[in-house]
Nanobody, 123 residues
Framework: QVQLVESGGGLAQAGGSLKLSCVAS????????LAWFRQAPGKEREFVVG???????YYADFVKGRFTISRDNANNTMYLQMNSLKSEDTAVYYC?????????????????WGQGTQVTVSS
């Protein structure tokens, strides 16, 4: 079992920045992928970015060049630096995890989910 706790959400202006954090606990002694999904009001949940323990990353096209994922494996923490925020980035952001090194953009591949953190971008 892996427990995930997100933090760092809040209100930002369009063009501004926010940094999300996700701390993993529990069975974190093996390789696992950490990723972010998001769900905007009235929309389906979508993949944002994922990171494998060995350094691999995979970004959704709509965040390339604006968002950056990073990991501190020693402290089982993942970060999402979000720059150049747009109103359409407004969503609940979820930290998710799965065992292994393969990064998937399908939410059903991730058995572990955090409670989510709200990001609101005002225009």
């Amino acid at each position: 079992q892996v427990q995930l706790v997100e933090s760092g959400g809040g209100l930002a202006q369009a063009g501004g920045s926010l940094k999300l954090s996700c701390v993993a606990s529990g069975r974190t002694d093996s390789n696992y992928v950490l990723a972010w999904f998001r769900q905007a009001p009235g929309k389906e949940r979508e993949f944002v970015v994922g990171s494998s323990r060995n350094g691999g990353t995979y970004y959704a096209d709509f965040v390339k060049g604006r968002f950056t994922i990073s990991r501190d494996n020693a402290n089982n923490t993942m970060y999402l630096q979000m720059n150049s925020l747009k109103s359409e980035d407004t969503a609940v952001y979820y930290c998710v995890a799965r065992a292994g090194n393969a990064i998937f953009s399908t939410e059903s591949k991730y058995p572990y989910w955090g409670q989510g953190t709200q990001v609101t971008v005002s225009s």
